[in-house]
């Protein structure tokens, strides 16, 4: 039944250009940010070479395209979100699915992951990109896997708060404008407290995401992620199954 | 099973919905027998859409029981649901989509099965009428074909109960009459709730009538008994509705 679900918000999604402009909006702009750091690493190498233990091209090169990557994909999460579950309650074809045999967790899960669907096809654009450097050198794939992952994980949380949102309203804009403010905050939450000192930055999403950034894989920001990820589910099923029982 | 609810279709006992203080709907009871077409009458705001949405499954009912084909609707949601097909007030289309996409999500989601989807999806728009639209998109249909998308969406899995909430309004008279042909061939092996305003129709295609005032049923009999004691169904929704 998810895989229904899937389908359907998948095809929805490609027969609007929406998508295809998205799409290309992002491989331009990362491609862009990848020629750059290019052009800057072939530039400075020469004075890499002479100190010890000089960073690699992935250090350089990768892991920039993958911060701006996932920038990116925080302002576009609520452009693709937005639809999920205000439009069909706009259009009144939330009902088609509630009176259909298919539970209410089954309708979240399948739109949750037709999104994280989507978004894994952007990952895997921007990896074949820095995979193109393995033409002119070796490439340090664990540093590679460690971005891979924590951007995976990222737009995970993206598509949930997304969703929620989505289920709050009947209008798909403010669902966008209201997931777009609510995701901003959470990467700039960071900036309203001083250095690490401070427990705020714990919930800034980009801040976990710095770390598999840098090469760290740490079980606390993989825990954050998936527990950002699961509530937010949890608490899009019961506000629909709310819907039903309040009315 | 006794041999009184075996022939039961659709059975709703005591349903009460209440929103926060306001009681939109108490007391209601609904029976519905195989090939029984069932007329829910009533003015604006008598509760009519809040009973089909509670029978449907999209609103929980406060107090009460619903039973498909003897399943239990709050129980067994979805084996219960897989036996129900539902055209409400507006028709639940995706704008964007083509007949024949729109059909065959309607399909999957109620789970028919793989090969018999095609047949089911040609035999579907055949009996709507649809046989020539389905590469147009349902955004660009006429009122009344999109009409027609609704009601081929509520009929593609030949569920045992239909519920039809005013499925001929916005309709020419020609496509009203092709409609009612259609419920009238539906009950043959299905039993259908329609839901409508226009009192001819009930009489036209209805068995039984049931007409709602103030949230519960003030008047319950068949067609044939009110015809043999003569009186008028106008007359009759006039005198308990005011």
């Not at chain 1, 399948?110 to 990896?127: E, H, M, R, T, W």
């Not at chain 1, 209201?178 to 401070?198: F, K, M, Q």
């Not at chain 2, 999957?108 to 095609?118: C, D, E, G, P, T």
């Not at chain 2, 999806?121 to 609704?150: I, N």
Request: contains cysteine; charged residues 15%; aromatic residues 8%.
């Amino acid at each position: 039944m998810i895989a229904t679900i899937i389908r359907k918000e998948l095809h929805m999604l490609f027969i609007s250009p929406l998508a295809w402009l998205l799409l290309a909006l992002i491989q331009a702009v990362s491609a862009w940010v990848f020629l750059v750091r290019l052009d800057a690493f072939l530039e400075i190498q020469p004075q890499l070479l002479q100190i010890a233990n000089p960073p690699g091209i992935t250090e350089v090169i990768v892991s920039p395209v993958f911060m701006i990557a996932a920038v990116l994909l925080l302002m576009i999460t609520p452009l693709l979100s937005m639809r999920l579950l205000a439009e069909e309650r706009r259009d009144h074809t939330l009902t088609l699915l509630m009176s259909a045999p298919v539970s209410i967790a089954d309708i979240v899960l399948g739109k949750f992951l037709s999104l994280v669907l989507f978004f894994s096809a952007v990952i895997v654009l921007v990896v074949m990109l820095c995979f193109s450097l393995r033409t002119g050198g070796a490439l340090d794939y664990g540093l590679l896997l460690s971005n891979t992952l924590g951007l995976f994980l990222l737009v995970a949380c993206f598509s949930a708060l997304g969703l929620y949102v989505s289920s709050l309203t009947a209008q798909p804009v403010i669902a966008a404008a209201g997931s777009l403010g609510v995701l901003l905050g959470l990467w700039l939450i960071d900036l309203a407290n001083d250095a690490t000192a401070g427990w705020l930055h714990y919930f800034s999403l980009l801040k976990h995401f710095g770390y598999f950034n840098q090469g760290l894989i740490d079980t606390f920001s993989i825990a954050y992620f998936i527990l950002f990820t699961v509530t937010f589910l949890v608490l899009t099923i019961r506000r629909l199954d709310g819907e039903r029982l309040h009315g | 099973m006794t041999d009184e609810t075996a022939g039961l279709t659709l059975s709703a006992r005591d349903l009460w919905r209440k929103y926060d203080h306001f009681v939109a709907v108490h007391e209601v009871n609904l029976q519905l027998k195989r090939g029984e077409v069932l007329g829910l009458l009533g003015p604006n705001g008598a509760g009519k859409s809040t009973t089909l949405r509670m029978l449907t499954g999209n609103l929980a009912p406060s107090h009460g029981s619903i039973a498909i084909c003897g399943i239990d609707l709050l129980e067994k949601p979805r084996e219960a649901k897989s036996h129900l097909g539902f055209l409400p007030e507006i028709p639940p289309l995706y704008l964007d989509m083509t007949v024949d996409e729109y059909l065959l999500f309607a399909a999957r989601l109620h789970q028919v099965n793989k090969k018999s989807i095609k047949a089911a999806l040609h035999d579907v728009k055949q009996r709507c009428g649809l046989e020539h639209h389905g590469g147009d998109l349902l955004g660009t249909l006429s009122k009344g074909y999109q009409q027609r998308a609704g009601i081929a969406q509520a009929i593609v899995h030949h569920p045992d109960v239909i519920i039809l909430d005013e499925p001929t309004v916005g309709l020419d008279p020609n496509q009203m009459r092709e409609i009612r042909e259609l419920i009238r061939e539906l009950s043959t092996d299905s039993s259908v709730i329609l839901s409508t305003h226009i009192l001819s129709e009930v009489e036209n295609v209805c068995d039984r009538i049931q007409l709602m005032h103030k949230g519960s049923v003030v008047f319950d009999q068949t067609v044939a008994d009110l015809h043999r004691q003569g009186r008028n169904l106008e007359m009759v929704f006039t005198q308990l509705t005011q």
